[in-house]
DNA sequence: CTTATTGCAAAAGTTTTGCACTATA
DNA sequence: TATAGTGCAAAACTTTTGCAATAAG
């Protein structure tokens, strides 16, 4: 855990960054919180430890640590952009369900892409860091619900 | 290609929508593009055809497509959302691998899903209607490239 | 010391919204 | 004619940038 850190320091000045408070800091709260995290999320949860710092600074960190690859940028298509620190193993296993209905989202674990990866890593010759897998459907509730007691989706 | 817009129209009519002018050049344009168009794209393809329209009535028929799920809505994670045409038969065997460096969107084929499909459906009581699945990573050229040549990230 | 990094505030860019007007069903 | 839909402009957001001040190596 905290070897991440250091190993992350290492990496940080062999590459010739300066190391300062705000970036460990921004550091420090991507590894303590592994949930996809914004910018805003991030500069909140920093500003507790280091109130001076500004926003702009976090978003230079995440925008420095994404081209390391460091940490992985994604996009579920709500306007935001949020963070993860890469190599989250578990992660990779881990969809989503989303209700059109209600809008209610599920989580479900299945390490079935593995085989996809593969193929596609041999195929494509693309190296896969990560993926977003996610079904749009009825769930159990609202599949039995009369259609006019349905509430109006808000599709992603 | 002409019964799909009928095809639609009739739907816009069940679900009680009105079919006005600016709906029908919007779906003509998307129709005719089947590549990832932005609002801002689509926007200008259609007032050629219908000049009086304006920016906001895109993105409120788009909205409403995407309701309706007759438009994807997209997100490459460049700040812009873009949309297409559904289509139900391949579209589902239809999936992204998104660079991470340059921004590239490759697409691939695979019909791997439909096991999972049917896994969730008999497990987890929630009946699928479409999936989205995207791969992040590194396309050939960026993996491949010293990292003093990358582009300056404009990463995801 | 030198130069990268920071904070602030302003700018940029996309998307949403309020409101009075218009046109569809 | 009733009401859904539209255009415009302003607002709301997220993210980026210019610049003078600061601090890391």
């Given amino acids: 855990m905290n070897n991440k850190l250091t190993e992350i320091r290492k990496q940080l000045q062999v590459d010739g960054y300066k190391l300062t408070p705000q970036r460990e800091a921004t550091l420090k709260i991507l590894l303590e919180n592994h949930e996809h995290l914004s910018a805003e999320d991030i500069y909140m949860l920093v500003k507790d430890k280091a109130p001076d710092i500004g ?48 809008g209610k989202l599920e989580e479900f674990e299945d390490d079935l892409l593995e085989d996809m990866e593969k193929k596609i890593q041999a195929t494509k010759n693309f190296q896969i860091v990560d993926h977003r897998l996610s079904f749009f459907g009825y769930c159990q509730e609202c599949k039995d619900r009369p259609r006019s007691d349905r509430p109006k989706a808000k599709i992603e």
Same sequence: chains 1, 2.
């Fill in 55 to 102: 926003i702009a600074t976090v978003y230079r960190t995440l925008e420095l640590l994404s081209e390391l690859r460091i940490v992985h940028k994604l996009n579920f298509g709500d306007g935001v952009a949020r963070y993860e620190i890469t190599d989250n193993k578990e992660e990779h296993h881990h969809h989503h369900l989303v209700c059109l209905e209600c």
